[in-house]
Nanobody
Framework: QLVESGGGLVQTGGSLRLACVVS????????IGWFRQVPGKEREFVAG????????YYADSVKGRFTNSRDNAKNTVYLQMNSLKAEDTAVYYC?????????????????WGQGTQVTVSS
């Protein structure tokens, strides 16, 4: 099970930190991806982090503003979001994949959280 938290309403330029807490399986065995979705659009990749956290990858739209990190001892993955823009508004999901590398397509992920809403007001 994956449970996201930390979403909310923030003004343009503000920051939020999302957390994804994992239970029921060992976080060390999974790479984690963050995705977001707005109504009427496909779920899009935002960021990913490998099992040990040694590698991260970001969509161009968030590069330099978002930072992905993980604490396997706490079974938690974080997404720090800075300099938020109105176009970052979406439901954000974390997902786990047994792959050794970071996957950008949702079909490659085995487990999903329920999502947390992020709204950035202009």
């Amino acid at each position: 099970q994956l449970v996201e938290s930390g979403g909310g309403l923030v003004q343009t330029g503000g920051s939020l930190r999302l957390a994804c807490v994992v239970s029921g399986f060992t976080l060390d065995d999974y790479a984690i991806g963050w995705f977001r979705q707005v109504p009427g659009k496909e779920r899009e990749f935002v960021a990913g982090i490998t099992r040990t956290g040694s590698n991260t990858y970001y969509a161009d739209s968030v590069k330099g503003r978002f930072t992905n990190s993980r604490d396997n001892a706490k079974n938690t993955v974080y997404l720090q979001m800075n300099s938020l823009k109105a176009e970052d508004t979406a439901v954000y999901y974390c997902a786990a994949t047994g792959s050794l590398s970071i996957n950008t397509h949702p079909r490659n992920y085995d487990y999903w959280g329920q999502g947390t809403q992020v709204t950035v007001s202009s």
